[in-house]
């Protein structure tokens, strides 16, 4: 299993508690289209991510993160460049 690998499979479990309507999660999955999530919602979740895995996103990098796979990618990124 890849470093990606691991970081969707915590992704996927950090998003549970927030997945009100049961979507299956894939790489394309949509924050605001498929999970439906408000802006509440996600500050949530992301403090959730950032907590796991020691990071920092910003509110730029928010802004340009749509879907699940985009989120993996910049949780990767951001812990290679720690």
Known sequence: MTDRDEIFD???QLIAP???KGVT???ATTFAGDLEW???IVMDFVA???DEFDILI???MQ???ETVGQLVD???QLRSDS
Do not use: G, Q, R, Y
């Open 10 to 12: 915590k992704v996927s």
């Open 18 to 20: 927030f997945n009100k």
């Open 25 to 27: 999660l894939a790489e």
């Open 38 to 40: 408000d802006s509440l």
């Open 48 to 50: 959730s991510v950032e």
């Open 58 to 60: 910003t509110m730029n």
């Open 63 to 65: 802004a340009e993160i």
């Open 74 to 76: 910049a949780v990767e």
